[in-house]
């Protein structure tokens, strides 16, 4: 059983589209956050979102943590080819960051 | 500043073999973990260190996995003998501990390409 169900599993958009990807569980955690991994490469950190209902902004990426803890959301605006990646979510079921549960992840691809 | 540093980043080995891999974290982190990823999934911690010290190994398969950290800096993880579903990533990540307890943001080295044939 997957704790953290990530969907879609697969998307691929035009140039200029906007998107959202989804982090659910049924589990509360203590922290959520999110990364991308591009092939060859170790993910690397996006965003860390500790409070319920909590929206964080990195230019056209918007984060979004649900008031029970328990799910989060990545919106894309206007998406650009340099975009594509895996995007993994990672939950910590404890304070303190630590240890990291990976959801399965969603893999964009941007088409110009 | 160098980033967390692995090697190989590819080993293709015979199954029942033995295979050892590398990494050199940031300087100056003093947790350390190693996960494995298996296409098409996110990476699955298999041991985490706190400084020389394993302070979670409960997904490490003891039986074939080991790990050391004998310094508390450089670590390496060692299969023996290697499977055939041991083929897959092995991340390397490090990450200041920002107060007891309280892990700053992880670093992942690009990680180790393993094919067991």
């Known amino acids: 059983t997957q704790l953290l169900e990530q969907s879609p599993q697969f998307l691929s958009i035009q140039e200029g589209e906007n998107l959202t990807v989804y982090c659910n569980s049924s589990s509360v955690f203590s922290s959520l956050q999110w990364y991308r991994q591009e092939p060859g490469e170790g993910p690397v950190l996006l965003v860390t979102?500790?409070?319920?209902?909590e929206v964080k902004k990195l230019k056209r990426l918007t984060f979004q943590f649900g008031d029970a803890r328990k799910d989060s959301s990545l919106h894309i605006t206007a998406a650009q080819p340099g975009d594509t990646g895996l995007y993994l979510c990672?939950?910590?079921?404890?304070?303190?960051?630590?240890?990291?549960?990976f959801g399965k992840g969603t893999r964009l691809s941007v088409i110009a | 500043e160098a980033g967390v540093v692995q090697s190989p980043r590819y080993k293709i080995i015979e199954k029942k073999q033995p295979v050892a891999f590398w990494c050199n974290p940031i300087?100056?982190?003093?947790?350390l973990y190693w996960y494995r990823q298996n296409l098409g999934q996110g990476p699955e911690l298999l041991i985490r260190?706190?400084?020389?010290?394993?302070?979670?190994d409960s997904q490490l398969p003891k039986d074939r996995f080991s790990a050391e950290r004998l310094k508390g800096v450089d670590s390496t993880l060692k299969i023996q003998p290697a499977e055939l579903g041991d083929s897959a990533v092995y991340l390397c990540a490090s990450s200041l501990e920002l107060a007891v307890g309280q892990a700053g943001e992880q670093y992942f080295g690009p990680g180790t390409r393993l094919t067991v044939t």
């Open positions: 260190y706190e400084n020389e010290e394993a302070v979670d």
């Open positions: 979102v500790v409070t319920g209902g």
């Open positions: 990672a939950g910590a079921r404890r304070s303190g960051n630590t240890p990291l549960v």
């Open positions: 300087s100056g982190h003093n947790t």
